[in-house]
Every structure is written in C-alpha cells, then in structure tokens.
C-alpha cells in the first residue's frame, strides 16, 4: 500500500496552523506586536488559513486512500482464488 503525499502535508500543516492560530489568539491585544501590520493580526489569520489548508489535504488524502484501498479489493478479489493455488508450497504426506 502507499502513503498519499497529502497526508503528511496535512499533518504538517495542520499542526503549523494550530501553533500559529493558538499563538495569534493569545497575542490578540498586543498592539506593540501587530505595530508593523497595521494592528492586523498575521499570526491568526495566516494560522487559521494554514489550519484549513492543512484540514482540506487530510481529508483528500484520506479519501484518496479508501479509494485505493477499494480499488485493490476488487481488484484482488477477482484474482486471488487463481492466484492462491499458484503461491502454496506442495504438500507432503
């Protein structure tokens, strides 16, 4: 089986996200912080869009894992009864 690009992506960005959403939300007031930005608040904002993006790539890659998974189910459905004979060793009395 093999491991959709998305999901590690999607770990990755989740977790950015969470850290860059929790640190924006508890700098929220600091006005000092955000002087540069015009008292736009980067760190929540660039933390919740990573947080999405990071959601979105676990969630396709989650389901474009089922779909592989589904795919060779039928798949080996079809030939493993033909192909188990192929694959016993030989018996011995």
Known sequence: MSLDLRLPMGLMFT??????TAFGLATRGNQILYAKSDGFDV??????????????????????????????EKQ???????GSEKNQRPRMH
Do not use: H, K, Y
Not at 43 to 69: D, E, H, K, S
Not at 76 to 82: E, I
């Open 76 to 82: 080996g459905s079809g030939g493993r009864d033909q």
């Open 43 to 72: 760190n929540l904002w660039w933390g919740a869009a990573l947080l999405v993006f990071g959601i979105i790539n676990l969630v396709l890659g989650r389901r474009g894992q089922m779909r592989m998974l589904r795919e060779e």
């Open 15 to 20: 977790l950015t996200g969470t850290i860059l």
